[in-house]
């Protein structure tokens, strides 16, 4: 059984950095996965943040982070990690990263792939 388990949220003032980490178990992502980070606000729509394909060498980022967040992923832990610096106060939600095994690619875009495995989440909240 696939499991995802985030962490590394927090409070940050605006500027700050913060590390997100997103421990897998149950399945190798080094194999093949459509892996990314999601984010949602109470009374919004979850937001595609960042996203990759295992072994590709291509990120995409939704507009608003490029330039200050950054996806990556460390095959010998099976973790994915979501490296956020200057943050801002529009950056605050909760944070999920989520997983989907294949031996393709992700879908186009890479935020509409049927992810079927999700962490819990870690909130992130920045101040002023």
């Known amino acids: 059984q696939v499991q995802l388990l985030e962490s590394g949220g927090g409070s940050v003032q605006a500027g700050g950095s913060l590390r997100l980490s997103c421990s897998a178990s149950g399945y190798n992502f080094a194999r093949g996965a459509c892996m990314g980070w999601f984010r949602q606000v109470p009374g919004k729509e979850r937001e595609g943040v960042a996203g990759?394909?295992?072994?590709?060498?291509?990120?995409e980022y939704t507009d608003s982070v490029k330039g200050r967040f950054a996806i990556s992923q460390d095959n010998a832990k099976n973790t994915l990690y979501l490296e956020m610096n200057n943050l801002r106060p529009e950056d605050s939600a909760i944070y999920y990263c989520?997983?989907?095994?294949?031996?393709?690619?992700?879908?186009?875009?890479?935020?509409?792939?049927?992810?079927?495995?999700w962490g819990q989440g870690t909130q992130v909240t920045v101040s002023s």
């Open positions: 989520a997983a989907q095994p294949n031996d393709h690619s992700c879908s186009v875009p890479w935020y509409k792939t049927g992810f079927q495995h």
């Open positions: 990759f394909y295992t072994g590709s060498v291509g990120t």
